[in-house]
């Protein structure tokens, strides 16, 4: 009997409130008083005295019975001057609060009371409050993340837009003035790039040595273009295509404007504007009469045909060939002569004009590729057949080591580099279409609006991070609160099971707290 009394009692706390029905400890239909309960207790808080500790009993939380309980022993004390002799209160106060422990303690209302609030405190209300402040945790994580991938891309645009601009030579500030402004220094640049083809000499001397030497044609000419601007810089198109420098240069929709001033300008009086007369002495067999006809005037013309031409056995039908070159002589020499005045194409340089300036990169490449293959031949170039070959050779090709034609070859590299690097590029297509500039400077704000939207996301981000933080700084209070209350109403409910049954232990199983 003994060990029996020692024995606990554990009763899962989902089925506490059938568990005290069941055996008898409270009304199957308990709800009901609980509401009239409830209006008695709304009721009375209305009149209450001024305490502190009434105060933190009725403060946000839900007034059960162990309150009544405890608002009563304090009425007690600050209504004991309304006792009268036979030991009852005339204070209503006290009074409503009395009848409510009364109902309270009706068929054990309180005790099913407080078993429903407890399941409801465990099932729903803490899991809520903590599901919430989860939530909150998971917000801040996926804001921060975004926050920092946001972070990342704005800087990533702005990256992008810096090194665009490098690559263009502008700042950023104002971009259109300062791309249009690149213009007027590439005429200066292509100066530089003309100038810089001076050490092209010993290359493209190599490179003619070399096909003559293998072609035995003497007079083909390597890169005829090539050799023109290393000798005389870049000129215009017209005076590689002619030979000559131009008098005077006309871009189109402009004037001519001559290279050299100072020649005294050709007076031609007013020639054509008054008749001329033959000089005296000289008789051209034409006599003019007073009416102004012709009179007399022989112009050796027959209209009797020749009865020797119309014979056609005297004709000599041999005709003799004309080769290509004789034919070109004699077109050229029926061409009219150039009026020295550069037009057009003809009055860019050769660097500026798109046509020549892509024949002027094709022998760059041709003179690249010959020295890298020359190179490659000279490491192989180690049987007696190789050196043999190269006994008659010049003494340009000869005298050569792999090392130098490896210079050489690095200096052509290098100008291919700068003539068609990408800011060359750019500014060649700026030149070419006004509206690249626009496109261009479209593409950069979009970058640059691109990391004003993603800054903007960032801020929004950080917003809405600190707001989840905020809002999970107000729950936790509140769970800690409702977890301390669910405990003291936890031992509160196990200590009134157990003076029923003889103070065995009572657990309440399931809480989780």
């Known amino acids: 009997m003994q060990d029996y009394q020692t ?66 022993e304090i009425l007690k004390g600050t209504e004991a001057s309304s006792k009268n002799m036979f030991g ?24 099913a009371e407080l078993a429903s609030l407890l399941f409801r405190n465990v099932s729903y209300e803490i899991p809520s409050l903590k599901k919430q402040i989860g939530k909150c945790q998971q917000l801040q994580q996926e804001y921060s993340r975004r926050e920092e991938e946001n972070q990342l891309g704005a800087a990533d645009m702005k990256d992008r837009f810096y090194a665009s601009c490098k690559q263009y030579g502008i700042t950023g500030e104002d971009m259109r003035r300062e791309l249009q402004a690149l213009v ?13 083809t001076s050490v092209l000499s010993g290359p493209i001397n190599l490179y003619q040595a070399f096909v003559q030497f293998i072609c ?33 240069i006309q871009h189109s929709n402009e004037a001519v404007v001559p290279e050299q001033a100072g020649e005294e300008a050709i007076d031609w009086g007013d020639f054509g504007t008054e008749p001329v007369s033959p000089p005296k002495g000289i008789d051209y067999g034409i006599t003019i009469n007073d009416e102004g006809e012709n009179s007399g005037v022989d112009w050796g013309i027959c209209l009797e045909p020749d009865p020797a031409a119309a014979g056609g056995d005297d004709i000599d039908w041999n005709i003799t ?75 340009i090709l000869q005298g050569q080591t792999s090392e130098s034609v490896t210079a050489m070859a690095s200096s052509v590299k290098d100008l291919i580099g700068r003539l068609t690097g990408l800011r060359m590029q750019h500014l060649f297509m700026i030149l070419a279409s006004p509206r690249y500039v626009d496109r261009v400077c479209e593409r950069l704000r979009q970058w640059l609006k691109q990391a004003e939207l993603l ?20 729950l936790e209070p509140r769970l800690d609160l409702l977890l301390q209350r669910t405990k003291e109403l936890q031992k509160l409910i196990e200590t009134d099971i157990s003076k029923r049954y003889n103070n065995r232990p009572v657990n309440l199983m399931g809480t989780a707290l």
Not at 88 to 111: A, C, F, G, H, P
């Open 455 to 474: 800054e903007a996301k960032k801020e929004l981000m950080v917003r809405r991070r600190q707001e989840a933080l905020e809002e999970q700084r107000a």
């Open 216 to 248: 035995d044609s003497p007079s083909e000419e390597v890169v005829p273009m090539l050799r023109h601007v290393q000798e005389h810089g870049d000129t215009t198109v017209y005076e590689w295509r002619t030979g000559m420098p131009p008098i005077a």
């Open 88 to 111: 009852r209160y005339s204070s209503q106060r006290m009074k409503d609060w009395q009848e409510i422990v009364s109902l309270y303690e009706r068929d054990n209302t309180y005790l």
């Open 321 to 395: 060939e004309v080769s290509a070159e004789e034919l070109m002589t004699v077109l050229e020499s029926e061409t009219p002569a150039s009026d020295g005045v550069a037009r057009g194409p003809d009055a860019l340089t050769i660097l500026q004009n798109p046509e020549t300036r892509s024949q002027f990169v094709d022998e760059l490449l041709e003179l690249e590729i010959f020295l890298m293959q020359r190179i490659m031949e000279m490491k192989e170039e180690a049987d007696v057949v190789s050196v043999s070959q190269f006994q008659l050779a010049p003494s």
């Open 7 to 72: 024995l606990p009692i554990d009763i899962q706390t989902s089925k506490l409130l059938d568990w005290l029905v069941d055996r008898r400890h409270c009304a199957l239909k308990w709800q009901t008083l609980v509401l009239e309960i409830r209006e008695k207790i709304n009721a009375a808080i209305q009149d209450m005295p001024e305490n502190e500790e009434i105060e933190q009993l009725l403060a946000g939380s839900y007034v059960h019975y162990f309150h009544c309980l405890r608002i009563v």
């Open 184 to 196: 007027s220094d590439l005429p200066s640049l292509l100066r530089e790039i003309g100038a810089a």
